[in-house]
Nanobody, 124 residues
């Protein structure tokens, strides 16, 4: 199973970016998708999470109203739309997914996978 992240880059304050996290090599589907970020010298923090089959989402207070997490079950991909970016959003962004595989009518397997990280740099 591979997670491929894309969409990071260098932008100016106020700009937008969309991060993508695509799952390949699995017969399962994403049950929970989330984005974390880690700035230099800081701990990794949860930015946003989505329960794909309900569409329920939750966000860190620092990004509410600016970031939107979404999922495409057909493409097994999770997105993070980031608007009105600020210099303090600068970090390496990681996606994490919980992939559910139906083994039998009464058994499912769940596994967590992390992406490799993508750098987002916002200049002032």
């Amino acid at each position: 199973v591979q997670l491929v992240e894309s969409g990071g880059g260098l932008v100016q304050a106020g700009d937008s970016l969309r991060l993508s996290c695509a799952v390949s090599g699995s017969t399962g589907s994403i049950n929970v998708g989330s984005w974390y970020r880690q700035a230099p010298g800081k701990q990794r923090e949860l930015v946003a999470v989505i329960i794909t089959h309900t569409g329920g989402t939750n966000y860190a207070d620092s990004v509410k109203g600016r970031f939107t997490i979404s999922g495409d079950n057909a493409k097994n991909t999770v997105y993070l739309q980031m608007n009105s970016l600020k210099p303090e959003d600068t970090a390496v962004y990681y996606c994490k997914v919980v992939v559910t595989v139906v083994v039998s009518p009464r058994r499912v397997n769940e596994n967590d996978y992390w992406g490799q990280g993508t750098q987002v740099t916002v200049s002032s």
